[in-house]
């Protein structure tokens, strides 16, 4: 082994590729002129990682508009490094058709970039195009005596001393790679079977049923689902709308001005869930006018108190109060500025007294309902959030009508900009987001009510979902799902609380969500080890890290000076590994924290003349 310094990134997707973005723009203050040899590896193709490669169905789209995605900072990111401007994945597009940039991608791909628009919907594989390049970008950014070595293989075990020279053994090779320091950016976990998702498993066994587990949709072996026949498929967010289109259009069903025109070989779709209720539509129109004043009511500031205060952090008790009124903040401020005839209060007046309110109090109910005239015009988060608490149908018709009906509400609203503090709770939410994610492990129910709110499907998959409903492909079963497995006649049964008394029946189960992030339960031997060896992981499984750098932390609270990790299996997960221009973008600082805290380990490390072997 030569006495360059090594640094070995775990993950090729997004987030490996903006470590080493970062390290690409820290080098030159932090590094010198200094040689450094980075280990990128991952199985799949460097950039887009697993997720986001190039060999996947043309019908899976984002759910970002191409305005709304960008792998680079700016001056809205905190950062300790420098900003590095690049462009949004639409001005990537424009500078593609304009002959700025030749990306390596197939002439599909290529016939997409040259008709996409702002506000299109991107599929997959354009977006992997421009991870690609992206990734390439980054390379060409690194000063001469840092050299990037791809490895096409996985990484199964990381082990060695505090002190000392890391080993990560990989799948294909028999010596491990020598490391200084090795950077974890996995992205999202496959996952063992829990102890209800086995016992499902062992009765379709029996049975011969067809049961699949939380998965990748487009990693899920679909053909096992029959032609007409019944399927039982829990969970409406994204991996059900992955689902549906892999099950219709994937088996040569078309949409037609509105109306679904089967194949045949369609099953039947039969969706619930706890809301019952698909996510809600991405909003369809662009802010205008001042953004919100955020943060205001949960900032650093607020995020410091919640982490001085002993003892652990009850999100309920502690936590959604702030979110609330800040979400609350966003919204009325959007309203008196841009509707105030809907209003009864001038603007001043009504933030003066909501300052002075409780969140959650009497207080500010009596202020919203006296301020807001009409209902539809108020913040009511508990409603969204269970939008079928309390609703009956009589008949399982009645309930396809009322879910159509609830879907169509939906996307109107959420297209239209007489409703524009619904984008200001969207901002609201981002905000949040990025303060949230410096308390650690909050719990799921945080992350759920996000996604439901905040990153929803794109408007025409909820109007294509409302043609295969009234095409009896995909039908609704409501809120509070239950799944039975029946011994007695071999069946899968499911039943919902919008339409009690009535089950229905399946030979085909599908757990339409993505495993959770959990160390306890991944099916990751690299994650596994590490969690064997002494990571230590919070009460939901995730792994902890320090806030300040991502160092992973042991069972006693120390950092490991030489592991990192960054996702979502760990306590600083965040919303995405890019996101919207001019957001803050949260994984950008936390990449750049991460970048930073392992050259000036290594530059020393260097400088001592201390390479351990």
């Given at each position: 082994?030569?006495?360059?310094?090594?640094?070995?990134?775990?993950?090729g997707?997004?987030?490996g590729?903006?470590?080493?973005?970062?390290?690409?723009?820290?080098?030159?203050?932090?590094?010198g002129?200094?040689?450094?040899?980075?280990?990128?590896v991952?199985?799949?193709p460097?950039?887009?990682?697993?997720i986001?490669?190039?060999?996947?169905s043309p019908?899976l789209w984002?759910?970002?508009?191409a305005?709304?995605?960008?792998?680079f900072?700016?001056?809205?990111v905190?950062?300790?490094?420098?900003?590095?401007?690049?462009?949004?994945?639409?001005?990537w597009?424009?500078?593609v058709?304009?002959?700025?940039?030749?990306?390596?991608?197939?002439p599909?791909?290529?016939?997409?970039?040259?008709?996409?628009?702002?506000?299109?919907?991107?599929?997959?594989?354009l977006?992997?195009?421009y991870?690609?390049?992206?990734?390439?970008?980054?390379?060409?950014?690194?000063?001469?005596?840092?050299?990037?070595?791809?490895?096409?293989?996985?990484?199964?075990?990381?082990?060695?001393p505090r002190?000392?020279?890391?080993?990560?053994?990989?799948?294909?090779?028999?010596e491990?790679?020598?490391?200084d320091?090795?950077?974890?950016?996995?992205?999202?976990?496959?996952a063992?079977h829990?102890?209800?998702?086995?016992?499902?498993?062992?009765?379709?066994?029996r049975?011969?049923l067809?049961?699949?587990?939380p998965?990748?949709?487009?990693?899920?072996?679909?053909?096992v689902?029959?032609?007409?026949?019944?399927?039982i498929v829990?969970?409406f967010?994204?991996?059900?709308?992955?689902?549906?289109?892999?099950?219709?259009?994937g088996?040569?069903?078309?949409?037609?001005d509105?109306v679904y025109?089967?194949?045949?070989?369609?099953?039947?779709?039969?969706?619930?869930?706890?809301?019952?209720?698909p996510y809600?539509?991405k909003?369809?129109?662009?802010?205008?006018?001042?953004?919100?004043?955020?943060?205001r009511?949960?900032?650093?500031?607020?995020?410091?108190?919640l982490?001085s205060?002993?003892?652990?952090?009850?999100?309920?008790?502690?936590?959604?109060?702030?979110?609330?009124?800040?979400?609350?903040?966003?919204?009325?401020?959007?309203?008196?500025?841009?509707?105030?005839?809907?209003?009864?209060?001038?603007?001043?007046?009504?933030?003066?007294?909501y300052?002075?309110?409780?969140?959650?109090?009497?207080?500010?109910?009596?202020?919203?309902?006296?301020?807001?005239?009409?209902?539809?015009?108020?913040?009511?988060?508990?409603?969204?959030?269970?939008?079928?608490?309390?609703?009956?149908?009589?008949t399982a018709?009645?309930l396809?009508?009322?879910?159509?009906?609830?879907?169509?509400?939906?996307?109107?609203?959420?297209?239209d900009?007489?409703?524009s503090?619904?984008?200001?709770?969207?901002?609201?939410?981002?905000?949040?987001?990025?303060?949230?994610?410096?308390?650690?492990?909050?719990?799921?129910?945080w992350?759920g009510f996000?996604?439901?709110?905040?990153?929803?499907p794109?408007g025409?998959?909820l109007?294509?979902?409302?043609?295969?409903?009234?095409a009896g492909v995909?039908r609704?079963?409501?809120?509070?799902?239950?799944?039975?497995?029946d011994?007695?006649?071999?069946?899968?049964?499911?039943?919902?609380?919008?339409?009690?008394?009535?089950?229905?029946?399946?030979?085909?189960?599908?757990e339409?969500?993505?495993?959770?992030?959990?160390?306890?339960?991944?099916?990751?031997?690299?994650l596994?080890?590490?969690?064997?060896?002494?990571?230590?992981?919070t009460?939901?499984?995730?792994l902890?890290?320090?806030?300040?750098?991502s160092?992973?932390?042991?069972?006693?609270?120390?950092?490991?000076?030489?592991?990192?990790?960054?996702?979502?299996?760990?306590?600083?997960?965040n919303s995405?590994a890019?996101?919207?221009?001019?957001?803050?973008?949260p994984?950008?600082?936390?990449?750049?924290?991460?970048?930073?805290?392992?050259l000036?380990?290594?530059?020393?490390?260097?400088?001592r003349g201390?390479?351990?072997s």
């Amino acid at each position: 082994m030569s006495g360059t310094p090594t640094l070995v990134v775990i993950g090729g997707g997004p987030r490996g590729t903006g470590v080493i973005e970062r390290v690409a723009a820290n080098a030159a203050a932090l590094y010198g002129g200094r040689r450094l040899d980075i280990h990128l590896v991952d199985p799949y193709p460097a950039g887009g990682g697993r997720i986001w490669r190039p060999d996947q169905s043309p019908l899976l789209w984002m759910n970002s508009m191409a305005e709304d995605v960008t792998m680079f900072t700016d001056d809205t990111v905190e950062l300790s490094g420098p900003v590095v401007a690049g462009p949004a994945l639409d001005a990537w597009a424009r500078d593609v058709r304009e002959g700025r940039v030749t990306p390596d991608a197939e002439p599909a791909v290529l016939a997409e970039i040259h008709r996409l628009t702002g506000q299109d919907f991107p599929s997959r594989r354009l977006q992997s195009a421009y991870l690609r390049w992206t990734y390439e970008r980054a390379l060409a950014a690194l000063p001469p005596g840092i050299t990037v070595h791809e490895h096409r293989t996985t990484a199964l075990a990381v082990t060695g001393p505090r002190g000392g020279r890391q080993r990560v053994r990989l799948q294909d090779r028999d010596e491990p790679l020598l490391a200084d320091l090795v950077v974890l950016t996995v992205g999202h976990l496959d996952a063992e079977h829990d102890p209800e998702q086995s016992e499902l498993a062992a009765f379709a066994d029996r049975h011969r049923l067809v049961h699949l587990p939380p998965d990748f949709t487009a990693d899920t072996g679909l053909d096992v689902l029959p032609a007409g026949e019944p399927v039982i498929v829990r969970g409406f967010g994204l991996a059900f709308v992955d689902l549906m289109v892999l099950l219709t259009e994937g088996r040569g069903g078309r949409h037609e001005d509105g109306v679904y025109l089967p194949s045949g070989r369609e099953p039947v779709l039969y969706v619930g869930s706890r809301r019952g209720v698909p996510y809600h539509a991405k909003i369809g129109y662009a802010w205008s006018g001042e953004r919100p004043t955020l943060p205001r009511y949960l900032g650093p500031a607020q995020a410091e108190e919640l982490l001085s205060r002993p003892g652990p952090l009850d999100f309920r008790r502690d936590v959604w109060p702030l979110v609330e009124k800040e979400l609350g903040h966003a919204h009325y401020e959007r309203l008196l500025a841009a509707h105030p005839e809907r209003t009864t209060l001038a603007a001043e007046e009504f933030a003066e007294k909501y300052a002075a309110a409780e969140p959650g109090s009497p207080d500010l109910d009596d202020l919203v309902a006296a301020a807001v005239p009409d209902p539809a015009d108020r913040l009511d988060l508990a409603a969204l959030d269970r939008p079928l608490d309390g609703v009956r149908h009589p008949t399982a018709e009645a309930l396809q009508e009322g879910l159509r009906d609830h879907i169509t509400a939906d996307l109107a609203r959420r297209h239209d900009p007489g409703h524009s503090p619904d984008l200001a709770v969207f901002l609201g939410l981002l905000s949040s987001y990025a303060q949230l994610i410096r308390l650690g492990d909050i719990g799921g129910w945080w992350h759920g009510f996000f996604s439901y709110l905040a990153s929803g499907p794109p408007g025409p998959r909820l109007q294509q979902l409302l043609a295969l409903s009234r095409a009896g492909v995909v039908r609704f079963l409501g809120a509070s799902l239950t799944v039975e497995a029946d011994e007695e006649r071999g069946v899968f049964r499911a039943h919902s609380a919008t339409l009690p008394g009535e089950w229905t029946e399946a030979r085909a189960l599908v757990e339409a969500r993505l495993p959770d992030p959990s160390l306890r339960h991944t099916a990751s031997p690299l994650l596994r080890a590490l969690h064997e060896g002494g990571a230590a992981v919070t009460a939901t499984g995730l792994l902890s890290v320090d806030p300040a750098d991502s160092r992973v932390l042991d069972r006693e609270g120390r950092p490991h000076p030489r592991r990192f990790a960054l996702g979502p299996f760990t306590t600083a997960r965040n919303s995405g590994a890019f996101t919207r221009p001019r957001t803050g973008g949260p994984a950008f600082r936390q990449n750049d924290d991460t970048a930073r805290a392992a050259l000036t380990f290594l530059r020393d490390l260097s400088c001592r003349g201390r390479l351990a072997s």
